[in-house]
């Protein structure tokens, strides 16, 4: 049962390894450039503060998973593992959300406020994002997975023994 | 000990539901409007899905922990509470950081997507939004110290047994 479990949280953890890895390469390689009235138009991850967030907690989330997968057999640390993944995923939700709202604002825009949609000049740049936002959801669904997963597991011995 | 940590909880989702409902009635009650070149443009929460989604969310938020203190001394349900709780930290930490990365663009515009910051023609909806986003931020980082305290609960009494 034990090893079932191991193997589990084991494939979660790769798994999202691979989200953040992709969301973060996607995310960083984003750039495309449009001419508007003569005047050239950059667009780059880090001309927005909230894709600036998102790139820097998808690769910090991937180095962190990527120790705790290298470490994986040590069973010492286990408890701080579940307080530091709960950090993680709270963390990948934030930034994601974060992301997904200034993504929503360029490409429909916000006609009360005057902000035009920028998807249509520089669309390159709007598919990546949107391929960076994907991976970083799945990233956060796959945290929640494995939260739901050691809670349940942590919790249900204790059905027996009422606190 | 029981006894201290069943009123520290208490006091935890007392003090996060004030700050929940405070944030939902400010984001609510935002509203502003400014003429500028002879048209009236109207600020109000419900022009921004990632402001809606903040207040629904909120508004959820504080319902359910109406429910939970309602409910506080039966003792049966709580391991299925532990798991809402996160799944409302989570929450909370979504809505807040979506709108507070709309909020950012509202303030400071994005000259790099030619949306202009808006705060100085609505003043008075900014200094809402920014009351409601400060409220949600207290009501997360209650919910942050919620789990966290938890999950030290739970976990505490394993450190002697080693699964």
């Not at 984003?30 to 998102?54: I, R």
């Not at 990546?128 to 929640?144: C, N, P, Q, R, S």
Request: aromatic residues 10%; charged residues 10%; positive net charge.
């Amino acid at each position: 049962m034990t090893k079932i479990r191991k193997i589990f949280t084991f494939l979660l953890r790769l798994l999202a390894l691979a989200a953040t890895l992709s969301a973060t390469i996607v995310m960083v390689t984003s750039h495309d450039s449009a001419n508007v009235l003569n005047l050239t138009f950059k667009a780059k991850y880090n001309n927005s503060p909230a894709f600036m967030y998102f790139v820097i907690v998808e690769a910090i989330v991937s180095g962190y998973n990527l120790m705790i997968l290298s470490l994986a057999s040590k069973g010492s640390l286990w408890r701080v593992v579940i307080i530091l993944d709960v950090v993680v995923a709270l963390l990948l939700t934030s930034s994601m959300s974060a992301a997904l709202a200034i993504a929503q604002v360029g490409k429909k825009g916000n006609s009360h406020a005057g902000w035009l949609p920028i998807c249509g000049q520089v669309h390159k740049f709007c598919n990546h994002v949107t391929g960076a936002l994907v991976a970083g959801i799945i990233a956060a669904a796959l945290y929640f997975l494995l939260i739901l997963y050691t809670l349940y597991t942590v919790l249900n011995p204790l059905f027996v023994v009422k606190p």
